[in-house]
């Protein structure tokens, strides 16, 4: 019973194509977010969805859109891949109370080589 | 929004001894979160200690946070091979955590 799962776990695909990245969390939490972890393991914030509603998006280039379908789905969609995008794509979720979030929950990662 | 920054980045240790990992940041916070990271998994929410608490313990962690001096400790005590991660902290004020490079912790059998 997967709290947040994401598929694909592997993905590897040529410059150019546009692939998408699935989430799905079974938490009932109200936010989830998209991290790009690269080489370095420098985990950095992409976007945040509140009840479907885009409430954070960081200095991400426009090729990147995430789509909400309900507060329980975030997908990422990439559009004309380059080298620099294969990366370690972590989805999250978590819901925040007055002091902040109680922690967030990640899914296990897609693996994205761009080649 | 404010990042932590773990130290020290590598620690290289023998099973059965005491792990600590330190971390600092900048502004004011609600609370700071510990993550570990196994190689090749997503994070994993270890404990969470809010600003107006000193000490936490959970298992064999104990979180320290000093918010005079904005840092935080983490201590494995007795450590084992299997925790062999990467360990994150995040200092929580805004909508969004931001990780630091973590600390890359080795426990040999």
């Known amino acids: 019973d997967t709290a947040v799962s994401q598929t694909p776990k592997y993905l590897v695909t040529q410059m150019g194509n546009d692939k998408s990245i699935k989430c799905e969390q079974n938490?009932?939490?109200?936010?989830m977010y998209w991290y790009k972890q690269d080489s370095k393991k420098f985990l950095k914030i992409m976007f945040s969805?509140?009840?479907?509603?885009?409430?954070i998006n960081e200095t991400v280039p426009n090729r990147f859109s995430p789509k909400s379908p309900d507060k329980a789905h975030l997908n990422l969609h990439i559009n004309s891949l380059e080298l620099g995008d294969s990366a370690v794509y972590f989805c999250?979720?978590?819901?925040?109370?007055?002091?902040?979030?109680?922690?967030?929950?990640f899914g296990s990662g897609t693996r994205l080589t761009v080649v | 929004s404010q990042q932590g920054e773990e130290d020290p980045q590598a620690l290289s240790i023998q099973e059965g001894e005491n792990a600590t990992m330190n971390c600092s940041y900048k502004?004011?916070?609600?609370?700071l979160q510990w993550y570990r990271q196994n190689s090749g998994r997503g994070l994993v929410h270890l404990i969470l200690?809010?600003?107006?608490?000193r000490e936490k313990h959970s298992g064999r962690l104990r979180v320290t946070l000093d918010t005079s001096k904005k840092s935080s400790s983490l201590l494995i005590t007795a450590s084992r091979a299997a925790d062999t991660a990467s360990y994150f902290c995040?200092?929580?004020?805004?909508?969004?955590?931001?990780f630091g490079t973590g600390t890359r912790l080795q426990v040999f059998p």
């Open positions: 999250a979720s978590s819901h925040a109370g007055e002091t902040g979030s109680f922690g967030y929950t």
């Open positions: 938490l009932g939490h109200d936010t």
């Open positions: 969805y509140n009840n479907k509603e885009l409430i």
């Open positions: 502004t004011s916070i609600n609370n």
């Open positions: 200690i809010r600003s107006n608490e």
């Open positions: 995040a200092p929580d004020n805004t909508d969004k955590l931001i």
